[in-house]
C-alpha cells in the first residue's frame, strides 16, 4: 500500500504570495491532518479533515486554510504569505479521526522570501 | 505555559545503552502519540497509547493517567535509532507536542 504523498516537497515563494499545498492519504484513509513545524515553535496542528468536512482547528490565523475532497486528498492553503510562514508542513492520515494511529507524509519544505 | 513537556532535551548514549525518555502533560488526554522524525524531516508513528504499555521490537512506551506522564524506553539502543523523538497529546479536538528529545547514539 502506498504511503502518504505530498506535493510539492520544497517551494520557494515571496511575501504576499499564496500557495497550495496537496496531500494524497493512504488508500481507505478518510482523515487527513496538517501540522506546520519551525524550529521556533516545533509542531503544531492546523487542522484535521474527514469525509469533506474540517473537523478541528489549531491556533492559526485565517490565512490557512484547506478543504477535503470526495476521494479524501487533501489541500492547504496559505495566502499572504509572511517570511514566518517558512516551515515545514506535514500531513498526515488516518483510518477514522482522533484517536487513531496517524502516518505521516514526507512533508513541504516551504521557503518564504 | 507548555501543555507538554519533554525531558531531557539532548541525549547522548553509547551503542547498547537502555535509554528513557520522559514525557509529562498538563491537560486531560484521549490518547498520547509518540513521534519519531529522523534528519530530512520524516516522522514516523511509534505508539499511542491511552493506557498501559505498549512494546514494539525495542521499543516500549508506557502511560501513567494519573500522574499525567508517560515515558519512551529502548533498549539495547543502536546508532539508526539517533533522531529526535516527539510526545504529543490529544485532549478534545486538539493536539499538544512536546519540544522534542534529540537522541544520539554513538557506535
Known amino acids: 500500500k502506498a504511503g502518504v504523498t505530498q506535493t510539492p516537497r520544497y517551494l520557494i515563494k515571496t511575501r504576499g504570495q499564496q500557495v497550495t499545498l496537496s496531500c494524497s492519504p493512504i488508500?481507505?484513509?478518510?482523515?487527513v491532518s496538517w501540522y506546520q513545524q519551525t524550529p521556533g515553535q516545533g509542531l503544531q496542528f492546523l487542522f484535521e479533515y474527514f469525509s469533506e468536512t474540517q473537523r478541528n482547528k489549531g491556533n492559526f490565523p485565517g490565512r490557512f486554510s484547506g478543504r477535503q475532497f470526495s476521494n479524501s486528498r487533501s489541500e492547504m492553503n496559505v495566502s499572504t504569505l509572511e517570511l514566518g510562514d517558512s516551515a515545514l508542513y506535514l500531513c498526515?492520515?488516518?483510518?477514522?479521526?482522533?484517536?487513531?494511529?496517524?502516518?505521516f507524509g514526507p512533508g513541504t519544505r516551504l521557503l518564504v522570501l | 505555559k507548555n501543555e507538554v513537556e519533554q525531558s531531557p532535551q539532548n541525549l547522548t548514549a553509547q551503542e547498547g545503552e537502555f535509554i528513557t525518555i520522559n514525557c509529562s502533560y498538563s491537560v486531560g488526554i484521549s490518547a498520547l502519540h509518540w513521534l519519531q522524525q529522523h534528519p530530512g524531516g520524516g516522522i514516523v508513528s511509534l505508539f499511542m497509547?491511552?493506557?498501559g504499555k505498549k512494546k514494539h521490537g525495542r521499543l516500549i512506551a508506557t502511560i501513567n493517567i494519573q500522574e499525567k506522564h508517560s515515558s519512551l524506553h529502548i533498549t539495547a539502543s543502536h546508532p539508526r535509532d539517533s533522531a529526535v523523538y516527539i510526545c504529543a497529546v490529544i485532549t478534545g479536538n486538539q493536539f499538544y507536542f512536546g519540544t522534542g528529545t534529540s537522541l544520539t547514539v554513538i557506535p
Open positions: 488508500s481507505g484513509h478518510r482523515s
Open positions: 498526515a492520515s488516518s483510518l477514522a479521526i482522533y484517536p487513531e494511529t496517524q502516518y
Open positions: 497509547l491511552s493506557s
